[in-house]
Structure formats: C-alpha cells, structure tokens
C-alpha cells in the first residue's frame, strides 16, 4: 500500500547549521507531497507542498523538490534557528482523496 | 473562531468507558477529517465528512468507534467501551473545498489516555 517513510530522530543540531530531513514515499500513481510542521503545543501546520515530479516547494527558508525518479521529498534549510524546533512530518495524498498517509514525524531540536 | 477547536484538550477514561470527542471546524468549510496519532506516530486517517455526510469511514479501526456531523458542522468523535489501545491523540482537520483538494488546517487534538 501507499506510504510514506522519514528518518529517524530526534535530529539535534546547532543554531545555523544545515537541515536535511529525508522523506522516501511508496505510492501508486502520482500523488501531492507535503511537509506539515507541529510547534510544541500546538497544532499540525501545512510548512510546503509540491503537487508534481520536479516541483520545489519552499516556505519560511525551508524547501523540499518532488523526485520521481528517487521517489523522495527531502526537508532542507540552509541555516536553522532555535524557533524551528519541533516535529516535521512528511505526507502523500492523491489529488480528490480523502486520505493523507503521513510518515511518523522526525523531532528537531535546534540548540543556541 | 480563527481556527479548528477540539474540546477537550485531554481526556482521562476508565477501561470500559464511553467518551466523546468534540471539533468545532473553520466557519463555512466544507470538509471534516479525524485523524487519530498514536505516541510517537504520525496522525492516520479515521474518516472523512462532506458537510453533514460521511463519504468515507474506512480508517475507524472497529464499531465501537463512530463520528457523526449531523448540521454540517461540529463534529463529534465517539467511542464505545473504550481500550487501552484507543490511547492517543485524536485529531480534527477542516478544509475549505471538497476532500482532500484544499489545504486541511488542524486542531490541537484531544490527548486521551484509558487506564
């Protein structure tokens, strides 16, 4: 079945280092590609989106590029800071489905 | 409101007990979806209401659960008998259009924990 696997945290690292958080999918079809974002209190927050193969999503300094060929959605920042610490969750969803398949979230921890 | 409520925040049950779980979505949107997110887990699907009909119930993981939608609006999440492994978070997302074709903005989730 469709689902979507991302590296294992927690991930810590240094106020201006570089993030990458990988994300591999297993889907039938072709579907939308997505990175949600859960601050510590709050709730799951929409971060980017790429709807086709080759399609960069960016937001707030991070971006993700659709592969195909890789079947990957890669999370990168070029410099992070302490307020991004928190739990990224890559997902898949078809367009029209109900369903969104979400893998099972890498913490980030961002140190001053 | 500005955004989906979920009432309430936590919710402590007996084993064997029944609870109900309430989400207010964003005013005028059109669709509902419960997400339940084991500890350490991402969210997975429950089910998924167009306004006041359930179009798809497939992730209810057995019939003590039930959601209904009954105006097109708040939603309540019910689960019967409760076990220790409904322990989780229980989410509600809305989103503006149909399914899954506009961004879902999510509640804070209900934390329930079955002794």
């Known amino acids: 079945g469709d689902s979507v696997t991302q590296m294992e945290g927690p991930v810590t690292l240094s106020e201006e280092a570089f993030l990458t958080i990988n994300c591999t999918y297993t889907?039938?079809?072709?579907?939308?590609l997505f990175w949600y974002v859960q601050y510590p209190g709050e709730g799951l927050q929409l971060l980017l989106k790429?709807?086709?193969?080759?399609d960069k999503g960016s937001n707030k300094g991070f971006e993700a590029t659709y592969r195909k060929e890789t079947t990957s959605f890669h999370l990168e920042k070029g410099s992070v800071q302490v307020s991004d610490s928190a739990v990224y969750f890559c997902?898949?969803?078809?367009?029209?489905?109900?369903?969104?398949?979400f893998g099972a979230g890498t913490r980030l921890f961002v140190k001053a | 409101g500005a955004g989906v409520s979920q009432s309430p925040r936590y919710k402590v049950a007996k084993r064997g007990q029944d609870v109900a779980l309430r989400c207010d979505p964003i005013?005028?949107?059109?669709?509902l979806f419960w997400y339940q997110q084991a500890l350490g887990q991402g969210p997975e699907f429950l089910t998924y209401?167009?306004?006041?009909?359930?179009?798809?119930k497939s992730g209810l993981p057995s019939d003590r659960f039930f959601a209904e939608r009954p105006e097109g609006s708040v939603s309540t999440l019910k689960i019967q008998r409760t076990q220790q492994e409904d322990s989780a978070v229980y989410l509600c997302?809305?989103?503006?259009?149909?399914?899954?074709?506009?961004?879902?903005?999510f509640g804070p989730g209900t934390r329930l924990t079955v002794l």
């Open positions: 005013s005028g949107h059109v669709s």
């Open positions: 997902a898949l969803r078809f367009t029209g489905g109900f369903k969104t398949i």
């Open positions: 209401f167009q306004n006041e009909a359930q179009l798809d």
């Open positions: 790429a709807t086709k193969a080759d």
């Open positions: 889907a039938t079809g072709y579907p939308s």
């Open positions: 997302a809305s989103s503006m259009g149909l399914a899954g074709n506009n961004e879902q903005f």
